[in-house]
């Protein structure tokens, strides 16, 4: 069973819209939270993270929030620019400090 | 070398055979990843080192070995490789395992098992 879940495989938005990309996660004991962005034939880049004591984190375009009551993450990325298309994994950390991944979802910014 | 370095790119190889897949990271970073890549399913570990001369096991440890005889290389080998082990490989490293844990991926070794 996953303890981390991007339920979205993928999303399509506008250029200068605003992309919302979701995480979900089980483990309470989780304490920190990254985003990673793939593009094609490259490694994972780590994008934003977040503390378990914050509830949002921002960097330029990038805002992370979570929501630990719900145990949920999101990635908002405005405005979205085509050079954003990408996978983006969430991944948390846990006991002895690894991460645990989510399925990663596609995001396609149009033109 | 810049980062992380994985070899090779990509292979195709026979069911049963011996593969190794290296890795190098010139960062001097203590502690060092493999992931595997499949669809839907997102990155699992599965081995790591905390620093040179010590391994564990990760989410998916079975049919891969690793070791790490210095703090740049930690190479992971499949003794008889299967089809299941398919996979686009990661290998990742980062200063160490407390604290900030930001990870810095290599990238790639596309596997195909026939």
């Known amino acids: 069973d996953q303890q981390v879940k991007q339920n979205s495989p993928s999303l399509s938005v506008q250029e200068g819209r605003i992309s919302i990309l979701n995480c979900d996660y089980t483990?309470?004991?989780?304490?920190?939270f990254l985003w990673y962005k793939k593009y094609p034939a490259e490694g994972p880049t780590f994008l934003i993270s977040i503390s378990s004591i914050k509830d949002k984190n921002e960097d330029g375009r990038f805002t992370v929030f979570l929501n630990k009551s719900a145990k949920h993450l999101s990635l908002h990325i405005v405005p979205s620019q085509p050079g954003d298309s990408a996978v983006y994994f969430c991944a948390a950390r846990g006991a002895g400090n690894m991460l645990t991944f989510g399925g990663g979802t596609r995001l396609m910014v149009k033109p | 070398i810049a980062g992380i370095t994985q070899a090779p790119t990509s292979q195709i190889l026979a069911a049963g055979r011996r593969m190794t897949l290296r890795c190098t990271q010139d960062?001097?970073?203590?502690?060092m990843y493999w992931y595997r890549q499949d669809l839907g399913l997102g990155l699992r570990l599965i081995h790591y080192?905390?620093?040179?001369?010590?391994?564990g096991k990760g989410e998916v440890p079975d049919g891969y070995s690793v070791s790490r005889a210095n703090t740049d290389d930690f190479p992971l080998t499949l003794a008889s490789a299967v089809p299941s082990q398919t996979s686009v490989y990661f290998c990742?490293?980062?200063?160490?395992?407390?604290?900030?844990?930001?990870?810095?991926f290599g990238p790639g070794t596309r596997l195909t098992v026939l």
């Open positions: 080192s905390n620093t040179a001369g010590t391994t």
């Open positions: 960062m001097r970073h203590n502690a």
């Open positions: 990742a490293s980062s200063e160490g395992r407390t604290g900030y844990n930001e990870q810095f």
């Open positions: 483990n309470s004991m989780f304490d920190y």
